[in-house]
């Protein structure tokens, strides 16, 4: 590896622990890594051979252990607070806004109110005690003026949940929760004669709700949970385990619908956005203790709280300060959302697994060469087989306490091999501080003072967090919101990315500069729909970002080097595929007319003059051909007219005919193919989580 690159991928891999420019986690680890120096970091850290042995390293060796403990020994809680009077305030300002009718920015200010709002009893010099029900009693007041009924009757029963109310608290919830229940019958009687909810109000009451993922097309697979019984995945020494087509695959077909293992909201939704399932807050709830998260209804907020957010809660500002990335909050909250016991049963699953990994990549190059067809493929079934055991047991989101023995994400690549010694060591220095964080709140058992060394509970979780962060670099997913545009769905519409997820079947996807499917998301649920079609045995790839219409091959293979630690041979890197401004001037390979010839031939400047395909050898008429592609053009032009008109079914069978018509006849790279392509994607994307800003 040239140094220029060794550079650049130490620079993308610390990026995947902290911030380059905010927090104190990087000056700490920065300076930690000056001090021990070069000779200690190669010599003594770099040739420990287990995670176990890093953490315990950072807390014991002499070289380190001081400045480790000195500096997260000063971990304290730090979280925002519960506030009566601001809450008091914020509901003031939401009566007044609503008698001027301002009734949407009175309800920003009831909901401010709400999740500042100490639970009932705690502050009893405000509101008798009451500024949480009082808060949600006037956002009921707001919603139902602004005719959300649902979302009224929720607040008012969650007001009223709490026994020791007083009587007059008690009276006016309800006098409301009777007049909502009867808004609300009337507005659904109104809605089913007259059907009066117009496509705007209809879509903008959906943006609050999970939309619905789609099924997979062909069922589901036997035992890989999350992916369509159209993929199977295979592995090969060159680019490891992947995802191909066990049938033919159409476009539009959904090959993936995975809810995660885990997932992170980014802090900077933690305002707009469920904490938990990722969904637009209308009305949200928070948490009992902190201000600083909110979610979109008690189901999410009982599941948050009774798993990670009671260890996250009173440390969440020092998590976000200490400029850790979202990646390693994910690491943690894959700790968090299980608990010590099912780390503590988690560990000798890791352990059999990279024990596996060890054996079979020495046996496998050996053994492989020899294996007959029938043999390779029995061993392959049995491999699949052996990880479908963890999966079966715990895919049922509903049912949290099967995540507990959920190891499917510790088979995933983590490039150990390739790591240098300092990479090791930041990550370490990561997962140390992490585990110090979990002993603050509680996490362990044994209550040792945060200076003490860890004990051996302490190192088997702090393993796993390191471990977290090493699989989670190469296997995450980003999740996406559609912003729509202002004025029209499509025109102006652009991807944000509300956070960041572990889908341990569609981790299992490999790049391709030129992908077979596109990506979205309902909820927090992975969808991967096919945007071209596959026949059995062909890889169906992702993207990891580079696509080839926008960046050059330079640039795609710095960024995949750099990132993903491999280098990439797919067609569109091969061929050096030119990006959509050269495209213009690209001429279109057609496909040989001769039954089952893979010939491609370039149109002749004639068309009446054959072409001799140097496949088949044969003299070859393109005329026909030609007409199709303009057909396909056509179709593809119908398709973006329909986009135009903010019909999105109606463009999608315009695009997917066209397409289809185009892979029978013709062969990537056309300009007008990708553009269509591009076109069914963001059709496809409007069924997910989509949002217009007012
Ligand atoms: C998300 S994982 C994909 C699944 C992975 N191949 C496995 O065995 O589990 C990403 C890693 O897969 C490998 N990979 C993905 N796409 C590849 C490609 N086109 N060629 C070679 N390796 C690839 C790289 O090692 C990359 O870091």
Redesign the pocket.
Known sequence: MEESDAFYRALCSSETIRSATKGFFREFSDMAINNVGDVWIIRSFGRLTNDSERVRCVFTDIKIKDMVQETFGRIKHLYRDKDALLSKTKRNEGFNLMSSGNNEKALLCFSQAVLRAPINGKVTSIDQGFSLSLALLGRADALMALGDYEFALEDLKVAMSDENLSIKIREQLDVKLQECQMLLDDSKKIIMTKNLLNDHEMMRKNYYREPLSPELTGGPHLFLNGLSKLVEVR?TP?????AVAADNIKIGDTVVSEIPLASCLLPEYYGTHCHHCFVRLRAPLGCPVCSCVAFCQQKCRTEALETYHKYECKILALLIGSGMSILSMLALRMVTQIGLEACLNLKGKIDNIIENDNNSSNENSQLKMNLSKSAKRRLRKKKLNANSHEFNKSNDNTALSNLKVDSRAY???D?NSKRTAVDFLERTLMAAFLLKCLKKVDFFRETLELQESPSEEEIIVGSILLKNLQLL???AHEISETRLGNEHRFRGSKTIYLGVAIYPS???????CYPAVTRYFTGRTIVLRAIRPLKPGE?I??N?GPIFTKRSLKERCRS?AG????????RACTENWPCFDNLIEYTTRLRCTTENCPGLLLQPRQLSRPVKCLQCQRKINLEDRVGVLRDCEEGYSRGFDFMENEQPAEAMNELIRALEKFHMIASPPHRETHLAEIAFASCMANSGNTWQPC
Do not use: S
């Open positions: 592995e060159n680019v490891g385990k992947h088979a995933l690549v490039h670099q190469f296997n569609a981790a299992r996807f490999n790049h391709d890889v790839a992702e990891y995949l990132r993903y630690w491999f280098r990439c041979t797919c």
